[in-house]
């Protein structure tokens, strides 16, 4: 102690300042070098950097682009640090935290910047829709589920950028001349019951109004009874609090539409539910549906006698549409392009499609 005292009062306060921001990095990047590696982050749902990840090359800046990975990825109590970071944003009413906006009543939405989206790349893959259904001359129909942040532009932060939905919707319109556009817009416009509050996704409440509109584009009376919904989980949190990890921001409910017994669904070649009860227990709840994402999934209704046959080109967002079709076909044939790499014209012919349809947000790309 008595060495500590001598040395301290032989030091002035700038040369005290110096020595405090010297061994401060030294002592946290200690920390970091000596404990052991975090794996995943369950709050973000991915694999952080670990030190094996690293790579050599200083040259191509492999190196330096890993190290702050990781140095992000390990930082000391990163979690906590995060969690005090976006409580002391939303005390200060920011407009934008983690990449997302905090909107009216605590709503989170996807922060998606015009040039954030490839618009190039959507109408292309809108061009090559057009293609099948001609090709093809199977009816198509195309279902652009528009982003939140467009449909319920009176929930978000004032003057907080979007990306322009009416010039991408007009640009992909003209690419479907041969295909049934169903405009969702004017329907999801203006209803925040439409779209989870921590989540990018629709909710069922959501996807039956596009239900609805789906029946109506089939020649289907208007004031059918609408589908009946049971509450499937009320501590849902979607990806959107992953990026705003507060408890001042409420669970919210998910619910489903009710489903016959009897259907047969397959996954990739396995056998799977349609409702998968098991992702309420785990983070990723939307996963509810189907399991999640697959490259191929059909299901088939023997109860639906002589049916029809469809072929859907989806992304997630299809996940929570699906089982509302599942009494209106006799099968369904379901392709995430992301994961499955195929044919999509020789996929409707071989498989018999009496339709194909397009049912996904508006900004994917393909």
Sequence with gaps: MKFFNRFYSKLNAAQLVIAVFIAFPLILLSAILI?????????ENRVLTARRDIRTDVLDGGFQKD????????????EGLKR???DLGLTLRSGCIGDAYVGS????FQKILPGDVDSAKCVRYAARVNRIAEETGIGTYVMYVPSAGVSLREYMPAGAPMYDDEALFSSLRNQLKTCRVIDLRPVLSGHPEYYYATDHHWTAAGAAAAYAEWRAAHGSASGAQPPELY????SFRGTLWSRVP???IRPEKMQAVRIPDGLHVEADGKEISLYDPSALGTKDKYNFFEGGNHGILTVENPAVKGGKTLLICKDSFANSFLPFLVNDYQKIVMVDERYAFLDVGQLA???GADEIAVIREMISAG
């Design 105 to 108: 009543g605590g709503r989170l």
């Design 67 to 78: 190290l702050e990975s990781y140095l992000s990825d390990q930082f000391p109590m990163r």
């Design 84 to 86: 005090a970071e976006v």
């Design 35 to 43: 404990k052991k590696d975090s794996v995943i982050s369950v709050n």
């Design 231 to 234: 509450t499937v989980t009320d």
């Design 349 to 351: 012919l071989d498989s």
């Design 246 to 248: 507060s408890e001042r």
